[in-house]
């Protein structure tokens, strides 16, 4: 079992950037992906951007964020993080950290990002 605790979330203007990060109960080091998912209203919830030791420490991203953000992973704090930058009214949504190991997929509660004026 493990706890995942997004934060970062927040009301930011089109064009501006956030962080997000994600918190997780213990190491991070076993889980063979950690990633980002976001649902905005009235939609399914989507990937966003996942990183495995796998591809040492690569980034694979959607093409709706490919360019504009960064997904990285600090094993020493448990943690990951989505670097977002140019955000879109698009990207409104709930976003969620998600992690994989064994089968087994772990998920945050999820922290709001709003793109507005």
């Known amino acids: 079992q493990v706890q995942l605790v997004e934060s970062g979330g927040g009301l930011v203007q089109p064009g501006g950037s956030l962080r997000l990060s994600c918190a997780a109960s213990r190491s991070i080091f076993s889980f063979y992906t950690m990633g980002w998912y976001r649902q905005g209203p009235g939609k399914q919830r989507e990937l966003v951007a996942t990183?495995?030791?796998?591809?040492?420490?690569?980034?694979n991203y959607a093409e709706s964020v490919q360019g504009r953000s960064t997904i990285s992973r600090d094993n020493a704090k448990n943690t990951v993080y989505l670097q977002m930058n140019s955000l879109k009214p698009e990207d409104t949504a709930v976003y969620y950290c998600?992690?994989?190991?064994?089968?087994?997929?772990?998920w945050g509660k999820g922290t709001l990002v709003t793109v507005s004026s």
């Open positions: 990183i495995s030791t796998a591809s040492g420490g690569r980034g």
């Open positions: 998600n992690a994989y190991e064994g089968g087994m997929n772990y």
